[in-house]
């Protein structure tokens, strides 16, 4: 059973650091994508990052780039997402989804892939 778990959420104020983890199970990293998406209230959810284990290439939101920063552990089965100089904007509740990687296209700016599995999530707030 493919399983993620997402922790390292919190409350932070404006400018500081949180680090989320992403517990994979049942699947192994290198045949897929992990990607690190978050829903504000009232916002549509919208991808922030994602990472392929096989050959470490990633992808990043323009509204993140230069401050986030997305790796994977596959010995561990684990992906992070560390998260600094963090904005207001930023609050959300995040989630880490699993697609194939065979299904993941990036057109543009755009990443979009069949992420059929997910975590539960975890509540970031950022202070101002």
């Known amino acids: 059973e493919v399983q993620l778990v997402e922790s390292g959420g919190g409350l932070v104020q404006a400018g500081g650091s949180l680090r989320l983890s992403c517990a994979a199970s049942?699947?192994?990293?290198?045949?897929?994508?992990i990607g690190w998406f978050r829903q504000a209230p009232g916002k549509e959810r919208e991808v922030v990052s994602c990472i392929s284990s096989r050959d470490g290439s990633t992808y990043y939101a323009d509204s993140v780039k230069g401050r986030f920063t997305i790796t994977s552990d596959i010995a561990k089965n684990m992906v992070y997402l560390q998260m600094n100089s963090l904005k207001t904007e930023d609050t959300a509740v995040y989630y880490c989804?699993?697609?194939?990687?065979?299904?993941?296209?990036?057109?543009?700016?755009?990443?979009?892939?069949?992420?059929?599995?997910w975590g539960q999530g975890t509540q970031v707030t950022v202070s101002s």
């Open positions: 989804a699993a697609a194939r990687l065979d299904t993941i296209v990036v057109v543009s700016t755009t990443l979009t892939g069949d992420f059929r599995s």
């Open positions: 049942g699947f192994t990293l290198d045949d897929y994508g």
